[in-house]
């Protein structure tokens, strides 16, 4: 029988990954998306058939986090197998300029799909992956961090998560429901937004290689992350519902590199010194910092036989090549649309 998977936040980065492996592996996939005015389904494109057709396995179903009526008439008409919850309003940044909807996407949104997955839970097994976040762990009280660590979050975004990842435990603790916090350390990818660091970082340096732009401006040099690859991370979450009993785990490299670094590795790859076009910029300080986040994944290992397959030199290095490319597609398109001028002047 084809197992059936719910996901929100399909169109990010690691929904679509998700979407690809639940595939791959014969799920029938269904995703939420929000209604908007313009298209943001670029990253899922490439896996879309015509609900139509025969042979489609992915359907997409307008959708908000925040309003628990409809994420609850889904829930109950899809009947699910397994529900992975990775909507957010997921920028740390801007979590603190939008404290109020950050908490009621993240936290609000979580206890929606949790009150769905227990009323379906009465009539067949569903289980959910809630997506935590290293940055519950906010200003660490030891390290590396590990799921017992006590959260101290330093933003908006990290309360919002820590509130979603106790309903998480307290669903599965009252009510049976087989709910489960994957804490994921940063896992970054081609397919990240480029409004966050690592994605900032290597789109600009490849621009700036190919006469593009000429300068990156970037907040705090010094904060140190875990950094994987956002899809062995997917890979974690799945094989977290496929676990006997419902655990909460860490999934990391248990490697840390500064922002500062991360930007060595890239523009060297490039044969570029970063200190040339980096410039700090006030704006994009945090009114509190996470200093140093690094996560021991030893359960992961043990129980699930997970581990990271990309380190963040190589992480660096697969984001270097797909974004110059789409650098060096921009200076394509620029030169011939000037050519196209020079030919009907």
């Not at 997409?60 to 994420?71: E, M, P, R, V």
């Not at 603790?173 to 087989?178: I, M, P, T, V």
């Not at 509190?288 to 030893?298: H, I, W």
């Not at 984001?319 to 002047?345: C, G, N, P, T, Y």
Request: aromatic share 12%; charged share 25%.
């Amino acid at each position: 029988m084809t197992r059936r998977a719910l996901i929100t936040g399909i169109t990010g980065q690691d929904g679509s990954y998700l979407a690809e492996l639940l595939l791959e592996k014969g799920y029938e996939v269904h995703g939420i998306v929000r209604r908007s005015s313009s298209f943001n389904t670029a990253r899922i494109e490439h896996l879309y058939k015509d609900p139509h057709d025969p042979s489609a396995r992915m359907f997409l179903h307008y959708g908000d986090l925040t309003d628990g009526q409809n994420i609850s008439r889904l829930v109950h008409e899809l009947e699910p197998d397994e529900i992975y919850n990775l909507g957010a309003q997921s920028h740390v940044r801007v979590s603190f300029d939008e404290p109020n909807y950050t908490l009621q996407a993240v936290g609000r949104g979580a206890l929606n799909v949790l009150e769905a997955a227990r009323q379906l839970n009465k009539r067949k097994e569903v289980r959910v992956y809630q997506a935590s976040s290293s940055e519950m762990y906010g200003d660490v009280v030891e390290t590396p961090q590990r799921e017992t660590t006590p959260f101290r979050p330093q933003s908006p975004y990290a309360c919002a998560k820590v509130y979603a990842f106790y309903q998480t435990v307290n669903y599965r603790e009252a009510y049976n429901l087989f709910a489960v916090n994957g804490i994921l350390f940063n896992h970054e990818s081609p397919r990240r937004g480029e409004t966050f660091v690592t994605r900032k970082i290597t789109r600009a340096a490849t621009r700036i290689k190919v006469g593009l732009q000429d300068k990156l401006f970037l907040g705090n040099l010094d904060a140190k992350r875990d950094w994987g690859y956002a899809k062995d991370y997917v890979e974690g979450m799945w094989m977290m519902l496929q676990y006997h009993e419902p655990h909460d785990f860490v999934l990391a490299t248990g490697e840390t590199y500064s922002i500062r670094q991360f930007l060595d590795f890239s523009f060297e790859y490039l044969g570029l010194d970063w200190k040339k076009y980096v410039e700090m910029d006030q704006r994009y300080l945090r009114p509190t910092e996470v200093n140093l986040l690094l996560g021991d994944c030893s359960k992961a290992k043990q129980l699930l036989g997970w581990q990271p397959k990309v380190n963040c030199q190589g992480l660096a290095k697969l984001m270097i090549d797909h974004d110059l490319s789409l650098a060096e597609a921009e200076v394509a398109k620029r030169d011939f649309e000037r050519r196209q001028l020079r030919l009907s002047a």
